[in-house]
């Protein structure tokens, strides 16, 4: 009898603080631009993102570190991380930007894929991970469409 109210007990107390997360409603993080860096220069140029984060929580969120990645056609060709983010306020949004470097030896491989076979539309994803710290959940998104390469035929 105690070893069942003592699981009841546990297993009441772990519901009970899931609920107390400061964070009940989980922040959106949305991608608002996509260019050149003005400072990307040389052989490997660097792209920059823009990305929105809004908090819909009574309390503020701190961002520690993030990590991203840009896909075409499923392969890598550009990624990155970056610790220098702001504190999104309580009820509010931060905007920044992020830069990204590309990689060489996806974007080959893409090279080689795009000349293997001709298509009118490239597949992309956008994925991101926020750290916002101590025992919090990761934030996770991912932004996927189509580049539409040549004009559609009607």
């Given amino acids: 009898m105690r070893a069942i109210f003592g699981l009841f007990l546990i297993m009441l107390l772990t519901a009970g603080c899931a609920t107390l997360s400061p964070y009940p409603e989980r922040p959106t ?3 608002t631009s996509f260019a050149l860096a003005p400072e990307s220069t040389g052989l490997a140029p660097r792209f920059r993102v823009g990305l929105n984060v809004v908090n819909p929580n009574r309390r503020e969120l701190p961002l520690v570190g993030m990590s991203y990645a ?9 990624s990155g991380a970056t610790s220098d983010l702001p504190t999104v306020p309580a009820y509010g949004s931060a905007a920044f930007s992020v830069d990204l470097s590309p990689d060489l030896l996806g974007s080959a491989r893409l090279a080689t894929d795009l000349m293997a076979r001709q298509r009118d539309r490239l597949s992309y994803s956008f994925s991101a991970r926020l750290d916002v710290g101590g025992w919090l959940p990761d934030i996770r998104v991912e932004e996927a469409g189509a580049l539409q390469l040549a004009p559609e035929r009607r």
């Avoid at 840009?70 to 550009?78: N, T, Y």
Wanted: aromatic share 0%; hydrophobic share 60%; net charge negative.
């Fill in 29 to 31: 993080v949305s991608v």
């Fill in 70 to 78: 840009v896909e075409l056609e499923g392969i890598r060709i550009l």
